[in-house]
């Protein structure tokens, strides 16, 4: 949060103008960036503000004005990786005539496209590799974007169900099904064969069409 300019009682003292609203996104956003590159460096439990403030060139306390702790500065990492460039948290808009395997295809093809160049892909391998010993970690991904994903395909699975299309009601049950190829190539391509992994928007492809024909 940021710093809350206090009310000019002097009314022949011109008012103090707090800082822009483009000023204080670029701030966030160069918080953000060192806040990534700590996590991933040290991981989250051995991440450091001090550090942070120092990669992103600014004095060590401008981080706590807006993320006074390091788990919310994480919970801003992952809720901008879930706004950007990504469709999956809005509820579902068909175009004119849309089948729901052109559907997937329009709306998730692009994030798999950009899954390691976004960093969507580290932030996820970081959950995996400290989730388990952190809750906080593993419930704020869930919650942020794992379960968002999972329910916009649901959601858009009943929606083609509703208008007719022939599909198995079991894969609105079990969505997990459909993005289960993003993350064997997240695995894949950042931890068991690293560089030479398979593409994600190639394997999703193939699970679209293995639903949708």
């Given at each position: 949060?940021?710093?809350?300019?206090?009310?000019?009682?002097?009314?022949?003292?011109?008012?103090?103008?707090?800082?822009?609203?483009?000023?204080?996104?670029?701030?966030?956003?160069?918080?953000?960036?060192?806040?990534?590159?700590?996590?991933?460096?040290?991981?989250?439990?051995?991440?450091?503000?001090?550090?942070?403030?120092?990669?992103?060139?600014?004095?060590?306390?401008?981080?706590?004005?807006?993320?006074?702790?390091?788990?919310?500065?994480?919970?801003?990492?992952?809720?901008?990786?879930?706004?950007?460039?990504?469709?999956?948290?809005?509820?579902?808009?068909?175009?004119?005539?849309?089948?729901?395997?052109?559907?997937?295809?329009?709306?998730?093809?692009?994030?798999?496209?950009?899954?390691?160049?976004?960093?969507?892909?580290?932030?996820?391998?970081?959950?995996?590799?400290?989730?388990?010993?952190?809750?906080?970690?593993?419930?704020?991904?869930?919650?942020?974007?794992?379960?968002?994903?999972?329910?916009?395909?649901?959601?858009?699975?009943?929606?083609?169900?509703?208008?007719?299309?022939?599909?198995?009601?079991?894969?609105?049950?079990?969505?997990?099904?459909?993005?289960?190829?993003?993350?064997?190539?997240?695995?894949?391509g950042g931890v068991l064969n690293p560089g030479e992994g398979i593409s994600a928007a190639r394997l999703l492809e193939l699970q679209i069409s293995f639903f949708f024909?």
């Amino acid at each position: 949060m940021g710093a809350v300019p206090m009310p000019n009682d002097d009314p022949q003292r011109p008012a103090t103008r707090g800082p822009s609203l483009a000023k204080t996104q670029r701030t966030q956003t160069a918080i953000l960036d060192a806040a990534m590159a700590e996590f991933l460096e040290h991981g989250v439990s051995g991440a450091r503000m001090d550090r942070i403030a120092h990669r992103a060139g600014m004095a060590k306390g401008t981080p706590y004005r807006y993320y006074p702790t390091k788990e919310a500065l994480f919970e801003g990492v992952v809720e901008r990786a879930m706004d950007e460039r990504n469709a999956l948290r809005d509820t579902p808009v068909f175009l004119p005539e849309e089948t729901l395997g052109q559907h997937f295809r329009r709306v998730m093809l692009p994030v798999a496209e950009q899954l390691e160049a976004s960093g969507r892909a580290s932030l996820a391998r970081l959950v995996l590799a400290e989730g388990g010993a952190s809750r906080f970690l593993a419930e704020t991904y869930f919650r942020r974007i794992y379960e968002p994903t999972n329910t916009y395909i649901s959601t858009a699975i009943r929606m083609g169900i509703a208008r007719g299309e022939a599909c198995d009601p079991r894969l609105a049950d079990n969505p997990q099904l459909l993005v289960a190829s993003l993350w064997v190539a997240m695995i894949e391509g950042g931890v068991l064969n690293p560089g030479e992994g398979i593409s994600a928007a190639r394997l999703l492809e193939l699970q679209i069409s293995f639903f949708f024909p």
